[in-house]
């Protein structure tokens, strides 16, 4: 990856691979937000 880029086009790449492959809106919702630290386990 370069450095010093912001990579937040790979949010959105999963969905993308998906809908491209099966024609389908991908339907799904996570339960933790990355923008919001709800994750507290995952960051300590």
């Given at each position: 990856?370069?450095k010093d ?13 998906f809908e ?5 809106a991908w ?18």
């Amino acid at each position: 990856m370069p450095k010093d880029n912001e990579f937040e086009d790979l949010l959105t790449l999963a969905t993308e691979a998906f809908e491209e492959k099966t024609n389908e809106a991908w339907d799904y919702v996570p339960s933790k937000d990355y923008e919001t630290f709800s994750n507290e386990r995952g960051w300590s």
